[in-house]
C-alpha cells in the first residue's frame, strides 16, 4: 500500500486558517515539514491523505469482512496518538481518502503517521491485514521537508559562552547531545580552527579544513550512538526498544555495521546486553568507530585529500 499527504491546513486563533505551501511536503522522502508554515501562531494541522489499497488482493484472499483503512499518528516522545478513518474514493478502486488532525499542544519533535487495513478475519475483528511499508514523517519545526537531520553545528566562544563550555576552552569542538537534535559546537577562540571550518585560506588549508570537517561528524557520530544506546526504554522482560526521536534513526543507521548480518531489534539487543556487562562492551567500539566513520564519509575525504595533497606537491615549483 502507498499513502501520500496531499494538502495541510493549519488552523490559528479564531479560525484563521492557511493552507501549507505543497513543497512542504515531500513525496519522495514521505516528511511533511511544519517549520515552513507563514505563521507560528498555528494551533492546528489537518493532514488530507490518499491511500492505494491493493483491492485485487483483498479480493483474492476472500476469507475478510468488514474491511476499513485507518491513519494513525503517534508520537513517542509525547506518547500522543491520533486515529482517523479513511473512506473509499469510488466503487472498487481501491483509494482511499480522509482527513487526520494533529494538535500542536500534543507534540514536540516528529509524529509518525502509518495506515492500516483492519478486518474481521476468522471472526476476530480489527485484525491487522495490511499496513503502508514506509511511514510519513510529521516534523513540528523542521523548515524543509528532509527525512535525514543534519547535525547542528555552530562557533560559539568556549571562553565566553555558557558555563558549561568554559571545561572545555582547550578542546577545539564538542558534541552536545542533550537537546532536541545532537549540536557540535565549534570552539572560535581555538587558533585557526574557523579559517579551516569555513574554507577559507590556501588550497592546503582547504583540502585540511575538508577532512577536518569529516573527523568532527565521526566524533558527532561516536557521541550520538553512545548517547542513544545509554537511553533505552526497557520493556518488563528485559527487550530494549527503539527510541521514538533521533536516538531511534541513529540507532537504526548505525547498527546495521556495529553487528553486521542480524536484525535490527537482535542488534540492539545485543548492543545493549554488552552495554549493561552481559559480554564485551570494549570488543564493540571498534565497529562503533567504524560505523561513525563511514557514516561520516572519513575514508572517502581522507583519500581525496591524500590525492589532492599530490597533486597540490606537483603544482609547486622546485
Not at 582547504?206 to 533505552?232: E, N, P, S, Y
Amino acid at each position: 500500500m502507498t499513502a501520500r499527504v496531499t494538502a495541510v491546513r493549519l488552523r490559528g486563533p479564531g479560525d484563521s486558517r492557511e493552507q501549507l505551501d505543497s513543497k512542504a511536503h515531500s513525496v519522495v522522502d514521505q516528511v511533511v515539514a511544519l517549520g515552513m508554515a507563514e505563521r507560528a501562531d498555528w494551533r492546528t494541522a489537518r493532514l488530507s491523505l490518499g491511500v492505494t489499497v491493493p483491492v485485487r488482493e483483498l479480493d483474492r484472499k476472500g476469507h475478510w469482512s468488514d474491511v476499513a483503512v485507518v491513519a494513525v499518528l503517534t508520537e513517542g516522545a509525547t506518547n500522543a496518538r491520533t486515529v482517523s478513518r479513511l473512506q473509499p474514493a469510488a466503487e472498487a478502486s481501491g483509494e482511499w481518502v480522509g482527513e487526520i488532525e494533529l494538535d500542536r499542544d500534543d507534540h514536540l519533535d516528529r509524529a509518525s503517521l502509518v495506515v492500516y487495513v483492519v478486518a474481521t478475519v476468522g471472526g476476530v475483528s480489527g485484525r491487522i491485514i495490511a499496513c503502508t511499508e514506509r511511514e510519513w514523517l510529521i516534523d513540528m519545526t523542521a523548515d524543509a521537508p528532509r527525512r535525514d537531520r543534519e547535525l547542528d553545528v555552530t562557533a560559539v566562544s568556549f571562553a565566553r559562552g555558557a558555563e558549561w563550555l568554559r571545561d572545555f576552552r582547550d578542546a577545539p569542538w564538542v558534541v552536545d547531545t542533550s537537546g532536541r537534535i545532537p549540536a557540535v559546537r565549534l570552539n572560535s577562540d581555538f587558533e585557526g580552527l574557523m579559517r579551516l571550518v569555513e574554507a577559507e585560506g590556501t588550497k592546503t588549508e582547504k583540502v585540511f579544513g575538508r577532512l577536518l570537517m569529516a573527523q568532527v561528524c565521526a566524533d558527532a557520530w561516536v557521541a550520538v550512538f553512545h548517547t542513544a544506546i545509554g537511553d533505552l526504554e526497557i520493556e518488563d522482560d528485559g527487550t530494549p526498544l527503539f527510541p521514538a526521536d533521533w536516538r531511534g534513526a541513529v540507532l537504526r543507521e548505525m547498527l546495521p555495521d556495529v553487528l553486521p548480518g542480524r536484525s535490527e531489534e537482535d542488534a540492539l539487543r545485543e548492543v545493549h546486553r554488552r552495554r549493561i556487562g552481559e559480554g564485551s562492551w570494549t570488543d564493540l567500539q571498534p565497529r562503533i568507530q567504524y560505523a561513525a566513520a563511514r557514516r561520516a564519509e572519513v575514508p572517502k575525504e581522507l583519500a581525496d585529500s591524500v590525492r589532492d595533497i599530490a597533486r597540490l606537491d606537483q603544482e609547486t615549483p622546485a
